[in-house]
């Protein structure tokens, strides 16, 4: 489970396209509670979720709230682990077809992507990622959508369910 904008260190944090010093705020970027606060909509038919536009957190990786932009494939998959910092390992099972014996095999594949702190998850949860540029090492992927399971759900995390 994560704590939504919990950051640890000292600094002053402030989103990039806000500018807190301003005598009057654009009223392109006040939000419903009255404070600057930058978000967009990152198209392709999904909502901004509403702890996005209120919320207070910073993080320059986030789609609605950040400078990443969402382009390439769209994928589903289940997330088994987040002990990484705002980010999640997303599994996603698949069939595999052996020409031999005629017949499909299981197999299946992880992802690294961004979990962005407007979102409340945890293992189990079905997630649907959109790929964006490298955000790091090995994430290519931002998390547009999360569709909690049940607790019997998440006990069968490496398990294959029907196709």
Partial sequence: MTEI????????????????????QPKKFINAKGKPRYYKSVGLGFKTPASAITGTYVDKKCPFTGNVSIRGRLLRGVIVRGKMTR?????RNYLHFQKK??????????????????????????????????LSKTIRFNVLQVNPKSLKAAKALKEFGKF
């Fill in 5 to 24: 904008g919990a950051i640890d260190d000292k600094v002053f944090h402030q989103q990039e396209r806000i500018f807190v010093a301003a005598k009057q």
């Fill in 101 to 134: 014996y005629q017949r499909f095999e299981k197999r299946h594949k992880n992802f690294t992507a961004h979990m962005s702190p407007c979102f409340s998850w945890s293992p189990g949860d079905e997630v649907l990622m959109g790929q964006c540029r490298p």
């Fill in 87 to 91: 980010s999640v390992v997303v599994r």
